[in-house]
Structure formats: structure tokens, C-alpha cells
């Protein structure tokens, strides 16, 4: 069962301008943490942001933040003064455990263009 | 620090060929995960590892895939035989203890089967 949600395969943002990109997730656990990476053209991989489930503050890491909302299992993301290199492909994640061991999944993505 | 090292970054072979993906994890880390990168299905995590101990294998997705993790420093991914619908980006990635703890994802293996 899919358990992350990212509602938005493409979006489009103007440069300079403020985007939220979507994540919604499902769990049974108390205790996980919630991720996002950014993946450009070139394929890798990149850490942007964590927050953990106990976290009473919003995660915040230069331009992103995070707006999470733990009553309805949301994690957006925020990108403020949105810039050209922020184009890319933009995947939530989630580590969690249902048998005391570590599981990490994705969601499916979301596609975000910076206009100049 | 070399991060997490994935070989070879591309592979082409033939539709019932033997293919290995290697990768060394960053010493230390606990956990080592095999993703499969498509843009039909996204990241599927196909299975991962805890202190060189397969977890969970449920992902994946026939018996034509098998992993193995000998030692804390090396995996195989091995698909026998290879189809035309393997055909994907194969990444690794580790990570120590925790549940608040970053995966580090290697450069991938860009896998083409003809």
C-alpha cells in the first residue's frame, strides 16, 4: 500500500517566488522521520531537510522549510526565493519501523520548474 | 570520506544475461538499502540490510533478483537472467542507526537490458 503521497508530479514556480510542494503520509508509528531530497538532472541524490515525528518546531535548512503537521500526517516542503537550480525532481521519504528495524520509502515525486 | 560507492555507473547487456551491481557502503553505517529508479514506479525500495542482515526482501520483485551482503563493506544486487524490463536506475545507499538519520545515496548503475 502506497504509504507517501505526493499529490503534484509537476509544478511551476516563477524565480524568486515561494512554492509548497505536498507530502502526505501513513503510519502507525509513534516514533519516524520525515525526509526530503532533491534529485537533479544529473541523477544524484540530495539531502535537503528532516524532521522528526517528536519535533515540535518546524525543520527549517536555509531556503527550506518544512510545515509539518502531525494531526494530518503532512510534511510539506517549502522552497522560499525560488531560484533556477531549484529545478528538479523533489521526493518526500520516510524512515520508519514496524518491526523495530529501520524502513525507508518514497513517495512518487514531484517535478518543479523554476521559470525565469 | 568517499561516501557511498556504486559499480559500474552504466551497464548494457543482452535479455537473459547475469548482471551484478556492487556497492560499498560508508564504513560504519548500519543500514544498506537497494532502490530501483524508474519513472513508471519511482523509487521502490527492493530490500535492505541491518548490520550485513537481509530485513526485509519483499521488494523485490521476482526470484530472478537476489542480494547479498557478504561483509559490512560490499553488496550485490544480482539479476538472473536480465530482461528488457529490468531496464532501470539501480541506486544504493546507507545509513547509520536511527530514525532520524539520512540516507547517503550512491551514483547509481544506470542498467539497460536489450
Known amino acids: 500500500a502506497q504509504k507517501i503521497t505526493q499529490t503534484q508530479p509537476g509544478m511551476f514556480v516563477q524565480e524568486k517566488e515561494a512554492v509548497t510542494l505536498d507530502c502526505t503520509y501513513d503510519?502507525?508509528?509513534?516514533?519516524?522521520?520525515l525526509f526530503w531530497y532533491k534529485q537533479p538532472s544529473s541523477g544524484e541524490m540530495i539531502f535537503l531537510i528532516y524532521q522528526g515525528s517528536y519535533d515540535e518546531q518546524n525543520a527549517t535548512e536555509g531556503r527550506y522549510s518544512l510545515n509539518f503537521q502531525k494531526a494530518r500526517k503532512s510534511a510539506n516542503l517549502v522552497i522560499s526565493a525560488s531560484q533556477l537550480g531549484d529545478s528538479a525532481m523533489y521526493f518526500c521519504a520516510m524512515r520508519e519501523g514496524e518491526t523495530s528495524y529501520d524502513k525507508v520509502i518514497f513517495g512518487p515525486g514531484t517535478s518543479l520548474s523554476v521559470i525565469p | 570520506d568517499a561516501g557511498v560507492i556504486q559499480s559500474p555507473r552504466h551497464e548494457v547487456t543482452e535479455m537473459g544475461q547475469e548482471v551484478t551491481l556492487r556497492c560499498k557502503p560508508i564504513?560504519?553505517?548500519?543500514?544498506l538499502f537497494w532502490y530501483r529508479q524508474t519513472m513508471m514506479r519511482g523509487l521502490e525500495l527492493l530490500i535492505y540490510?541491518?548490520?550485513?542482515?537481509?530485513?526485509?526482501d519483499s521488494g523485490m520483485p521476482e526470484d530472478r533478483f537476489s542480494a547479498k551482503m557478504p561483509n559490512a563493506s560490499f553488496s550485490t544486487l544480482k539479476i538472473q537472467p536480465s530482461e528488457p524490463r529490468d531496464s532501470a536506475v539501480y541506486f544504493c545507499?546507507?545509513?547509520?542507526?536511527?530514525?532520524?538519520?539520512?540516507?547517503?545515496f550512491g551514483s547509481g548503475t544506470q542498467l539497460s537490458v536489450l
Open positions: 540490510f541491518n548490520n550485513n542482515v537481509p530485513i526485509d
Open positions: 564504513s560504519g553505517h548500519d543500514y
Open positions: 503510519t502507525s508509528d509513534q516514533s519516524y522521520g
Open positions: 545507499a546507507s545509513s547509520p542507526q536511527g530514525r532520524n538519520e539520512k540516507l547517503f
